[in-house]
């Protein structure tokens, strides 16, 4: 009964490669987010959906884009990946009012 | 530019003391506040959050204080378990705001020794 699930959990990859993360939560919440921790633990929104609607862009590269195929996902689709996309991206939702976010266990991306 | 500071990267603690985590915040318009815990592998939990009306609230053995003229806040557990050991973040929003945008400092690790 997990309430926001990633796949995958771990994802390597070489530089240059596309990959996706998918992010799927069962708590009926409106709104989703990705976080990405760097190396140095900081832990930095990218983006929020609402409904399906992008209602947050941190300035994040063109080459992060999130799809929302209904508002129970929220998948991160990255293009010609950089070794500095080398993190941990964590997956979140909440409900109305939305201060209280619930996370995903991350996935840990590795690019060589 | 970091909005939310948590300037001490680990903490170690005795089981049955109290255990006091701090954070400091910049942007004035930041109206609340919370406090997750994060252990190895998995992803940030909820612990507790304050609104700025507020200058203190409670939830069992957690309680979240704010001092809005210093922009700090603090965590306590009293008393602290071993399984309370994990990385603690502070974040903030402008709740007021069209949207839910938490700014998290970079967290404090506390380690509680049995």
């Known amino acids: 009964d997990t309430a926001v699930s990633q796949t995958p959990k771990y994802l390597v990859t070489q530089m240059g490669n596309d990959k996706s993360i998918k992010c799927e939560q069962n708590l009926g919440h409106d709104t989703m987010y990705w976080y990405k921790q760097d190396s140095k633990k900081f832990l930095k929104i990218m983006f929020s959906y609402n409904n399906k609607e992008l209602i947050i862009n941190e300035t994040v590269p063109n080459r992060f884009s999130p799809k929302s195929p209904d508002k129970a996902h929220l998948n991160l689709h990255i293009n010609s990946l950089e070794l500095g996309d080398s993190a941990v991206y964590f997956c979140a939702s909440s409900g109305p009012g939305g201060n209280e976010q619930f996370f995903g266990p991350g996935t840990r991306l590795t690019v060589l | 530019d970091q909005q939310v500071k948590q300037n001490s990267p680990s903490l170690s603690v005795q089981e049955g003391r109290i255990s006091i985590l701090n954070c400091d915040y910049t942007n004035s318009m930041f109206d609340y506040f919370l406090w997750y815990k994060k252990y190895p592998a998995e992803g940030p939990t909820f612990l507790i959050s304050?609104?700025?009306?507020?200058d203190k609230n409670e939830d069992g053995r957690f309680t979240v204080f704010l001092n809005k003229s210093a922009k700090h806040l603090s965590l306590h557990i009293v008393p602290s378990q071993p399984g309370d050991s994990a990385v603690y973040f502070c974040a903030a929003s402008e709740n007021g705001g069209a949207t839910n945008k938490l700014i998290f400092g970079t967290g404090t690790l506390l380690a509680v020794q049995p």
């Open positions: 304050i609104s700025s009306i507020k």
